[in-house]
C-alpha cells in the first residue's frame, strides 16, 4: 500500500525513509555511507518485512532526521516524534526533508574547536638568502587521519584544514616588503566540496579551496572548486592557490600552496613554497623567533601554520577521530 494520509504505515514505507531509498535515506546520511555521503554515526534499524513498526521505532527516525536538519541548517516540517500508547499518524513530507538533507549534507551549523598543536617545524628561524640571489622557503605539512572511513566522515560533516602563515622579523632591506606579502596571503582554507558544491560551515561558505581574510597581492591561481574530494588518491600534487607580489621590482615572488591526497585517502599535504626571484638589490630575509607548538602566538620568523577545525557534536557523536598534523621546513 501506498505511504499516504489514512493509510497504514508498512515496513516498507519505513525501511525505505532508513535505508532503502536510493540517495535520499536517513543512514545514507546518518550512518557509514559510502564516498562523500556519510556521517559515521550509529545506524537506525529497518524492521523485518513482516513487523509492525512501532511508536519507537518512529520516533528514532523522527528525531534522527530533527538531528540531521540541525546539523545541516535545514529548515524541516515541523512535526512530533510518536510516543508508545498513542495512535501513529503518516507523517508528511518525510521524503522532502530526506532530499533536502541529503543534499545539504555537507553543510555544518557550528563547528568545534581549532586544532593547535602539531609535530615538527613550522617556523624558519635562521636567515634565508645571500645578497641578491633567488632562494626558496618550503613548508610540507600533512593531515593523517586514522582511516578512510574517519576521513570521510570529517569532511562530511564539515571539517576544515586550513594555513595561516605569518613574518613579522626585521633586520635587512627586503625583510618589510615580505612582512607585507605574507600578510596580504590570509587564511587558505581546504574543505571537503562535499556533493560537488560549496559548503555553508558555521555560516561561511567554503568552495573547495577558498581564501578569506586575505587583500593585495596578484592572485594568479585559487582553485575554487577543489576540495578534498576533487584530488584524485595518489596523483601528483595541485596548485591550489598562488600569489605573486604587485610590488616592482618583486613582481616574480610567489607564494604557492599545493594540495596531494594519498593513495589510501588516509592523508592530506599541503606543501607552501615562498619563493624570492632576487630582483631586488638585496633579497636575504631574516629568520626569528619559533612558533611553537601547541599555538599562542606566531614568533617573528618565517611561519606556516597548518590547523585543522572539526565538524561540532552537537548533533553528531565523534567518529573521524583526532587527526594528525606534521610539519617540516627547508
Known amino acids: 500500500m501506498a505511504y499516504s494520509a489514512g493509510g497504514l504505515i508498512e515496513a516498507t514505507d519505513y525501511n525505505s525513509f532508513v535505508s532503502t531509498t536510493a540517495g535520499a535515506n536517513i543512514n545514507n546520511v546518518w550512518s557509514a555511507g559510502s564516498g562523500d555521503s556519510g556521517w559515521g554515526q550509529t545506524?537506525?534499524?529497518?524492521?523485518?518485512?513482516?513487523?509492525?513498526?512501532?511508536?519507537?521505532q518512529w520516533a528514532s527516525l523522527v528525531n534522527t532526521l530533527s538531528s540531521m536538519g540541525a546539523q545541516t541548517s535545514t529548515t524541516l516540517t515541523s512535526r512530533t516524534a510518536p510516543t508508545a500508547g498513542t495512535t501513529i499518524?503518516?507523517?508528511?513530507?518525510?521524503?522532502?526533508?530526506?532530499?533536502?538533507?541529503?543534499?545539504n549534507r555537507g553543510n555544518a551549523a557550528t563547528v568545534g574547536t581549532v586544532s593547535n598543536t602539531w609535530t615538527g617545524a613550522t617556523a624558519k628561524t635562521t636567515a634565508t638568502g645571500s645578497g641578491a640571489a633567488a632562494w626558496t622557503i618550503t613548508w610540507t605539512q600533512t593531515v593523517t587521519f586514522g582511516n578512510a572511513d574517519q576521513a570521510r566522515y570529517f569532511w562530511n560533516a564539515g571539517g576544515r584544514v586550513h594555513l595561516t602563515m605569518r613574518k613579522t622579523s626585521t633586520g635587512t632591506d627586503t625583510d618589510p616588503d615580505w612582512n607585507a606579502f605574507v600578510d596580504q596571503v590570509g587564511t587558505i582554507s581546504i574543505t571537503g566540496r562535499v556533493n560537488s558544491a560549496a559548503q555553508t560551515i558555521a555560516g561561511v561558505s567554503y568552495t573547495g579551496t577558498t581564501r578569506t581574510s586575505g587583500s593585495g597581492g596578484t592572485q594568479t591561481t585559487l582553485a575554487?572548486?577543489?576540495?578534498?574530494?576533487?584530488?584524485?588518491?595518489?596523483a601528483a600534487a595541485t596548485t591550489v592557490f598562488q600569489l605573486t607580489s604587485a610590488t616592482a621590482p618583486y613582481t616574480a615572488d610567489f607564494i604557492r600552496v599545493t594540495a596531494q591526497v594519498n593513495a589510501g585517502r588516509t592523508a592530506l599535504t599541503l606543501v607552501t613554497t615562498w619563493s624570492d626571484s632576487g630582483s631586488?638589490?638585496?633579497?636575504?630575509?631574516?629568520?626569528?623567533?619559533?612558533?611553537?607548538?601547541?599555538?599562542?602566538?606566531?614568533?617573528?620568523?618565517?611561519?606556516v601554520l597548518c590547523r585543522f577545525v572539526p565538524p561540532a557534536t552537537t548533533s553528531l557523536t565523534t567518529t573521524w577521530g583526532t587527526p594528525a598534523v606534521s610539519s617540516s621546513v627547508a
Open 43 to 56: 545506524a537506525v534499524p529497518t524492521v523485518a518485512a513482516a513487523a509492525t513498526v512501532t511508536a519507537t
Open 89 to 103: 499518524a503518516i507523517l508528511a513530507a518525510i521524503n522532502a526533508d530526506l532530499a533536502a538533507c541529503t543534499t
Open 224 to 234: 575554487t572548486t577543489t576540495g578534498w574530494y576533487q584530488l584524485t588518491a595518489g
Open 280 to 303: 631586488g638589490q638585496t633579497s636575504n630575509i631574516s629568520g626569528g623567533t619559533d612558533t611553537a607548538s601547541p599555538f599562542g602566538a606566531f614568533g617573528t620568523a618565517p611561519a
